[in-house]
């Protein structure tokens, strides 16, 4: 993805994660500033289904060629769902940060958690 | 509070290049440019140019140039002839390894080393004790070169095109002039290509790197250097090769010659006779997920190097293991921060140009 964007229908943790709420669901994965910092992503091994993410803690690694990476949560909550499709095609994350690069999807425990995270433009501005 | 790190001649030039700088061993240094997989790629198929200027230098000159050389190199610096470049490590008295080095025998006295930039200032220490009292001028030259490594199957005619004569061979060292500028061009390279090497004044390192790069060699950072020459199964230092260990367990007897009496030999003679308790050899995982350097081999050893190859696809490295497994074949596992993953010991090479 060759510019920055911060879309504004997310919200973002200051470790460089961004959620996308969906009732008591959301879409989990890392902002355009945390795959380009990162460099060319080539291998994510996705945490377990029904594994347990706890806000402000990591849950998985993204790996470049020359080191690895924790992804921390925004929010906490069970693993629901996560992208296979990263495991032949990891560059998605660096591509498609906010679309096919999604890592995983968690059923909420605490939906007012999202209350501590920030809109598009606070996190851009915290750049 | 750290120093601030050193810059080449070539920063501006990587700047204005797009590079990623990291901090190496004091120096500020492009990791990357385009990209790494992109970068090791061009290296392979046409040709790269990689900044190696925070490399250090050492030359050693006089009547008693060979004999000191003798004592601190492993190999036999009677086999150098002028013109030639020579491998070799340099070790301490238990025979562990200081360095790796590449010397340069550039006239019947005259010769110029050259030194990882993490151990330059330890290696020159260790050459100007041991000079002491003889017949020879040990000089510190890291000031006065910098050094560019252009590699690749099409390095060799790049860098020829703006040459006043041939090349030097392989292995093998001439003074000439590229793009005007006095330069020493070396037959070496650490990526498992064909290529050169060039020592020059901080002067002159511009007009070079312009000159190769308006030709094709497409800039090369720190990243690439490391995943070219991992799948070729080159050393470096720090990672496979490290004070606690000697030489015969890296698999580098082959550039020792005890008989010469080098600073260790007596050590290295011994370990070689009874055999290493462990070697380093290469490896690649056959199932998904990257080794790093540190990850313990399950039931002993480790990983010192590892990566993913871009040529190959897998993640590849190398790591010590216990002498009875360091066999071609041998299925082990790696505990790759709590997640144990499958490997095997493979040949070195990991990686083969194809020849078809």
Same mark, same amino acid.
């Given at each position: *993805?060759?510019?920055?964007?911060?879309?504004?229908?997310?919200?973002?943790?200051?470790?460089?994660?961004?959620? &996308?709420?969906?009732?008591?669901?959301?879409?989990?994965?890392?902002?355009?500033? %945390?795959?380009?910092?990162?460099?060319?992503?080539?291998?994510?091994?996705?945490?377990?289904?029904?594994?347990?993410?706890?806000?402000?803690?990591?849950? %998985?690694?993204?790996?470049?060629?020359? =080191?690895?990476?924790? !992804? @921390?949560?925004?929010?906490? $909550?069970?693993?629901?769902?996560?992208?296979? +499709?990263?495991?032949?095609?990891?560059?998605?994350?660096?591509?498609?940060?906010?679309?096919?690069?999604?890592?995983?999807?968690?059923?909420?425990?605490?939906?007012?958690?999202?209350?501590?995270?920030?809109?598009?433009?606070?996190?851009?501005?915290?750049? | 509070?750290?120093?601030?790190? &050193?810059?080449?001649?070539?920063?501006?030039? #990587?700047?204005? %290049?797009?590079?990623?700088?990291?901090?190496?061993?004091?120096?500020?240094?492009?990791?990357?440019?385009?990209?790494?997989? +992109?970068?090791?790629?061009?290296?392979?198929?046409?040709?790269?140019?990689?900044?190696?200027? #925070?490399?250090?230098?050492?030359?050693?000159?006089?009547? +008693?140039?060979?004999?000191?050389?003798?004592?601190?190199?492993?190999?036999?610096?009677?086999?150098?002839?002028?013109?030639?470049?020579?491998?070799?490590?340099?070790?301490?008295?238990? $025979?562990?390894?200081?360095?790796?080095?590449?010397?340069?025998?550039?006239?019947?006295?005259?010769?110029?080393?050259?030194?990882?930039?993490?151990?330059?200032?330890?290696?020159?220490?260790?050459?100007?004790? #041991?000079?002491?009292?003889?017949?020879?001028?040990?000089?510190?030259?890291?000031?006065?070169?910098?050094?560019?490594?252009?590699?690749?199957?099409?390095?060799?005619?790049?860098?020829?095109?703006?040459?006043?004569?041939?090349?030097?061979?392989?292995?093998?060292?001439?003074? &000439?002039?590229?793009?005007?500028?006095?330069?020493?061009?070396?037959?070496?390279?650490?990526?498992?290509?064909?290529?050169?090497?060039?020592?020059?004044?901080?002067?002159?390192?511009?007009?070079?790197?312009?000159?190769?790069?308006?030709?094709?060699?497409?800039?090369?950072?720190?990243?690439?250097?490391?995943?070219? /020459?991992?799948?070729?199964?080159?050393?470096?230092?720090?990672?496979?090769? *490290?004070?606690?260990?000697?030489? @015969?367990? +890296?698999?580098?007897?082959?550039?020792?010659?005890?008989?010469?009496?080098?600073?260790?030999?007596?050590?290295? /003679?011994?370990?070689? =006779?009874?055999?290493?308790?462990?070697?380093?050899?290469?490896?690649?995982?056959?199932?998904?997920?990257?080794?790093?350097?540190?990850?313990?081999?399950?039931?002993?050893?480790?990983?010192?190097?590892?990566?993913?190859?871009?040529?190959?696809? @897998?993640? @590849?490295?190398?790591?010590?293991?216990?002498?009875?497994?360091?066999?071609?074949?041998?299925?082990?596992?790696?505990? !790759? &921060?709590?997640?144990?993953?499958?490997?095997?010991?493979?040949?070195?090479?990991?990686?083969?140009?194809?020849?078809?």
């Amino acid at each position: *993805m060759a510019d920055a964007s911060y879309p504004t229908d997310l919200l973002y943790h200051p470790e460089h994660d961004w959620a &996308r709420i969906d009732g008591d669901v959301a879409t989990l994965g890392i902002t355009w500033f %945390a795959q380009d910092a990162l460099g060319e992503v080539v291998f994510f091994d996705p945490p377990a289904v029904g594994a347990t993410t706890t806000a402000g803690e990591s849950y %998985a690694e993204v790996e470049s060629v020359k =080191a690895v990476s924790d !992804v @921390i949560a925004p929010l906490s $909550g069970e693993i629901v769902e996560v992208n296979a +499709a990263l495991g032949d095609g990891p560059e998605a994350i660096n591509d498609d940060p906010y679309g096919g690069g999604w890592l995983v999807k968690v059923r909420l425990t605490d939906v007012s958690e999202t209350d501590a995270l920030l809109d598009a433009a606070t996190y851009e501005a915290s750049l | 509070m750290a120093a601030t790190p &050193r810059r080449t001649p070539l920063f501006d030039r #990587h700047v204005a %290049a797009g590079a990623r700088l990291v901090d190496f061993a004091g120096w500020e240094m492009p990791v990357q440019y385009a990209g790494i997989r +992109a970068e090791h790629a061009a290296v392979r198929e046409r040709a790269g140019i990689f900044d190696v200027s #925070h490399m250090g230098e050492i030359e050693t000159s006089g009547p +008693a140039a060979a004999a000191l050389l003798q004592e601190l190199l492993s190999n036999d610096v009677e086999q150098l002839a002028v013109g030639g470049a020579q491998y070799s490590v340099l070790c301490r008295e238990d $025979g562990g390894v200081l360095d790796d080095l590449f010397t340069y025998r550039l006239a019947p006295e005259r010769y110029l080393t050259v030194t990882n930039a993490s151990n330059h200032a330890r290696d020159l220490a260790w050459f100007e004790r #041991h000079a002491d009292g003889r017949d020879v001028l040990v000089e510190d030259k890291l000031e006065d070169f910098a050094m560019l490594a252009i590699q690749g199957p099409l390095a060799r005619e790049y860098v020829q095109a703006f040459s006043d004569a041939p090349l030097p061979e392989r292995f093998t060292v001439a003074t &000439r002039e590229l793009a005007g500028h006095t330069a020493l061009v070396c037959g070496t390279g650490y990526t498992g290509e064909d290529g050169v090497e060039v020592l020059c004044s901080p002067e002159a390192a511009g007009a070079i790197w312009d000159e190769s790069v308006r030709r094709g060699a497409e800039p090369a950072g720190l990243g690439a250097r490391d995943t070219l /020459r991992l799948e070729v199964c080159y050393h470096l230092y720090g990672n496979d090769l *490290m004070e606690s260990r000697g030489p @015969i367990e +890296a698999g580098l007897g082959w550039c020792c010659k005890e008989d010469t009496g080098f600073i260790g030999a007596d050590a290295v /003679r011994a370990v070689r =006779a009874a055999g290493p308790a462990e070697r380093l050899v290469p490896f690649t995982l056959t199932g998904t997920g990257i080794a790093r350097q540190g990850n313990p081999v399950v039931g002993g050893g480790e990983v010192t190097s590892g990566t993913l190859s871009p040529s190959l696809g @897998i993640g @590849i490295g190398m790591a010590y293991l216990p002498a009875a497994r360091a066999q071609t074949g041998e299925a082990f596992e790696i505990d !790759v &921060r709590g997640r144990v993953r499958p490997a095997v010991v493979a040949d070195r090479p990991l990686y083969e140009r194809p020849t078809a």
